[in-house]
């Protein structure tokens, strides 16, 4: 059950409407990085959660939180297109050129929304769920979960930059916070799972005897005239504790040569494929 405040999560104030700024804030909204892709992503994982209910209460309370901010940012994109040409006539009575781009605004914001916000990005693709991560396994949510707020953080900095409006700063100052909130709180819960070390591989629970451990811990350099790349992955200790890193420069294939045969007859390929 969901409860509704009149009020928004935080104060939204634009002091110099923009309709282009409207649809670049459409990324925030309907993008991969945006808010629409972490509510349902949280949303999914809390209804998927086993084990200790605090970690479906707590992802049921972020997946909430995020609604809030499609909410104002929603609003956001209303007011950025307060005053937003309705006709050709206003805008080419401006500037004709601006009339033919319409100022780099999105038409649908006219034409489908009526000057509001939609589920969409800033290229007016709708948000499929495509991108909506929800395994089942805490620890592999936890992970895409710090991804999806690293990169919502970057989306909302790249924002922030790209306006000169101080309300609109204000707003997203307060985005880049959550999101910072966000990338720490996933990561608490990897630290309270015992940390990487005990997380690692995931899934833990997969027996040993089903992997191929002899294969586990080497980095295959793939290159034909570069060496390896060396860093923390080449060498030392495994983050799981379980090996050590190691490296193969230019590496033999294990496998065979792939090889089909011949086509089966009736199979609408052409007669030389199937002697």
């Known amino acids: 059950m969901f409860h509704h405040s009149s009020k928004l999560q935080y104060n939204v104030r634009v002091d110099k409407p923009d309709p282009q700024f409207a649809k670049f804030l459409q990324q925030a909204i309907g993008g991969v990085e945006g808010e629409i892709r972490v509510a349902m992503q949280y949303f999914f994982q809390a209804m998927g959660a086993r084990g200790d209910d605090k970690y479906r209460d707590m992802l049921m309370m972020t997946a909430t ?16 297109l307060e005053g937003a040409p309705l006709t050709v006539q206003e805008e080419a009575a401006k500037d004709p050129v ?13 034409l489908s929304s009526g000057l509001s916000a939609m589920p969409v990005n800033s290229n007016g693709v709708p948000f499929d769920m495509s991108h909506v991560y929800a395994t089942g396994n805490l620890a592999a949510d936890m992970m895409a979960n710090v991804t999806a707020e690293s990169g919502g953080r970057v989306l909302a900095s790249r924002l922030y930059n790209m306006t000169d409006d101080t309300g609109m700063k204000d707003m997203l100052s307060f985005l880049i916070a959550r999101d910072t909130m966000h990338q720490q709180q996933w990561l608490a819960v990897i630290e309270e799972l015992g940390g990487w070390e005990a997380a690692m591989p995931i899934p833990n629970s997969t027996p040993q005897e089903h992997e191929a451990t002899e294969h586990s811990y080497y980095f295959l350099n793939t290159s034909l005239d570069e060496p390896t790349p060396e860093g923390r992955w080449t060498s030392g200790p495994s983050l799981d504790g379980r090996s050590e890193f190691s490296k193969r420069d230019k590496p033999d294939p294990l496998g065979q040569k792939p090889s089909l045969g011949k086509a089966r007859p009736h199979s609408g390929t052409q007669t030389e494929q199937q002697k």
């Not at 939180?65 to 950025?80: D, R």
């Not at 601006?98 to 006219?110: E, F, K, Q, S, T």
């Open 65 to 80: 939180e995020e609604l809030s901010h499609i909410e104002f940012l929603g609003h956001a994109v209303a007011l950025n």
């Open 98 to 110: 601006v009339n033919a781009i319409m100022g780099g605004a999105n038409p649908r914001h006219i």
